[in-house]
């Protein structure tokens, strides 16, 4: 069978142009050319300055939001267009959100060396060792899932407070004696780059453009988050409503998180099945249910300290609350089943092949779980977990409420 030949458009009118600190002497001919014959040249200040006299067109420096250039950019289509970045536009970089509206075939991107390339090479780690994090325009606790013995981690500063928040940061985690390398202007003239320890960092005057390579050395009673689903219960503030480590291990399993999948946690409580959810891959995202405003709060606070901020929470009782969500790859229902219209609700949402689970206490909820196990199928298992306990001078098992769970999928 013989492969069909590769087909492209005659014209790549949009050139994506990665520049570096070492301005035109870094880019080859063609990149040059490129930006010299385009009639539009969108970048930040520092590009277009850096690309100096090359720019003969139309210059455009990036308005907040970034996206409001894209219409621009559009009205141009056909004609050249080039777009400035920094190192590697498809790395962390706008590369992304121009080739959600421009076709692969119809531009050209030309990459330098990322900031992360750069740092590697001057730390002289292995990229494929290192997790590679951005905070720029994140929040700063999305770094804590990788805050793991031993690890090195290179991540893009927000600006130039950044380094010293992050030290903050380590040393809350009893992390005090890992290594800060701040790292700025990398690959031009200006280049600067400082060590110190988290507990001591005082490196001051930092550009607001740095990279920050972390080696993680934690004491023995540090904060560590462990990979594995069903982490401890004392990780989490709650008020009881909590799916507890042996459960939600289950719960986790049942739901089974696949790439860029979306999940619905109804009744969300302290957020602990959301969560885990989120630290299972970086893909994956999350919206949390709860009708009851101190438990959303609660549940905000253990998603930051845990190091999935990105959870997204919304304040309201199912079924209502559910109305205008993106549709879920996956539901659990941790409590409220019993309550009229959510299922109904869920399933309607709930795209083919998803998974559903609702685990129960209850009776009553039980008996609701039973009824829909025997109108759609799937499992319904009984969860039953003992724990060993003081009995006067002695010990023996204490028994915990039995759970109930009842897990689909959707045909």
Sequence with gaps: MSAEPATCTELRWLSIIGIGEDGIDGLSSVAKHLISSAELVVGGAR????????????????????????AEIKQHRGRAVAVLASGDPFHFG????????????????????????????????????????????????????????????????????????LAELLNAHRMGQSRVTVLEAMGGPRELIRHATASTCDIADIAALNTIAIEVIAEPNAAIISFAPGRDDGLFEHDG?????????????????????LLWDIGLGAGSVAIEWLLRHPSLSAIGVEAHQNRADRAA?????????????????????????????????GGGMVDDGVFEAVWSALKPGGRLVANAVSLETEAR??????????????????????????????????????RVRKP
Aim: net charge positive.
């Design 47 to 70: 590009h277009l300055e850096l690309a100096g006299d090359l720019v003969l067109g139309q210059r455009l420096i990036w308005p907040s939001p970034m996206s409001d250039a894209f």
């Design 94 to 165: 706008v590369g992304k959100q121009l080739a959600a509206f421009v076709p692969a075939e119809e531009f050209i991107c030309l990459p330098q060396p990322s900031a992360f390339s750069l740092a590697a090479a001057r730390m002289g780690w292995s990229l494929q060792d290192v997790a590679l994090v951005t905070l720029h325009g994140r929040a700063l606790h999305g770094i804590i899932r990788h805050l793991q013995p031993g690890a090195r981690i290179l991540a893009l500063s927000w600006d130039g407070t950044t380094p010293a928040k």
């Design 241 to 261: 409503q909590l799916t507890k480590r042996e459960i939600r291990a289950v719960t986790l399993s049942s739901l089974e998180p696949r790439h860029g999948e």
């Design 301 to 333: 606070r253990n998603a930051a300290a845990l190091g999935a901020p990105d959870l997204k929470i919304v304040q309201g009782r199912a079924p209502e609350a559910l109305a205008g969500l993106a549709r879920p790859d996956a539901v659990f229902v």
């Design 369 to 406: 779980l039973a009824d829909y196990f025997g109108r759609f199928g799937g499992d319904l298992v009984r969860l039953q977990i003992a724990r060993v306990d003081k009995i006067g001078t002695m010990s023996g098992w204490r028994p915990a409420m039995p759970v109930t769970q009842w």
